[in-house]
């Protein structure tokens, strides 16, 4: 598993839940030194003894704490680059969902061994959608890291938000080694959005 998902877990509860409550969690996982390294490979299982320590910590489940982790690294000032690589997607929600299947590539154009899961979106109606995000290894549930499409679906939330679109996000039935998001976008225009430009302006 790559330490930038890791890692990403320790911001998460640092930035919003405080240093005490990640250094709770650091014990209860078995984490040594200062913290996880985001730039190496890290054996599946932490990540799976990282989470469980940080929903007993929170006393949430772990569907919810993922779907906040997605929630986090959209819209929190600490990972903004992570937001400027989604909206890069296109000008509206309908077009950065229509951009998902080429997300893991774009994220490898960033950090060239980090292998997200793959990503398919089916368009059952101009404005219904099924996102199938295929977790295979090391997204497993054999102790590892699952749960993907739960972060998947923070994601979401926080990037309609961002374009200020209307959607209603449902988990699927899920498949072998896939799970399903269903997504009815309502309204791409419902809200103002946040503010954000594509090209930076020269001077």
């Not at 990403?8 to 405080?18: L, R, W, Y």
């Not at 990640?22 to 209860?28: C, H, I, L, P, S």
Request: charged share 25%.
């Amino acid at each position: 598993m790559h330490g930038l998902i890791n890692r990403a877990i320790q911001c998460f509860v640092t930035d919003m839940h405080g240093a005490a409550i990640w250094n709770d969690v650091a014990r209860a996982a078995q984490l040594h030194g200062a913290g996880i390294e985001a730039m190496l490979d890290h054996d599946p299982l932490l990540t799976g003894r990282v989470l469980d320590a940080t929903c007993q910590r929170l006393c949430r489940p772990r569907a919810e704490v993922l779907e906040d982790i997605g929630t986090y690294l959209v819209s929190h000032p600490n990972v903004e680059a992570l937001r400027r690589l989604l909206r890069f997607g296109g000008e509206d929600f309908s077009d950065f969902l229509c951009s998902l299947d080429d997300l893991p590539e774009r994220a490898r154009l960033a950090v060239a061994d980090l292998d997200l899961p793959v990503l398919e979106l089916h368009e059952l109606a101009h404005d219904r959608y099924r996102l199938r995000c295929l977790t295979g290894a090391p997204y497993r549930q054999d102790g590892g890291f699952s749960g993907f499409g739960s972060v998947m679906m923070g994601v979401l939330r926080a990037m309609a938000d961002d374009y200020g679109a209307l959607v209603v996000l449902d988990h699927g039935a899920p498949e072998p080694g896939c799970e399903v998001i269903e997504i009815a976008l309502v309204a791409c225009d419902y809200s103002e959005g946040r503010r954000f430009e594509l090209g930076r302006k020269a001077g």
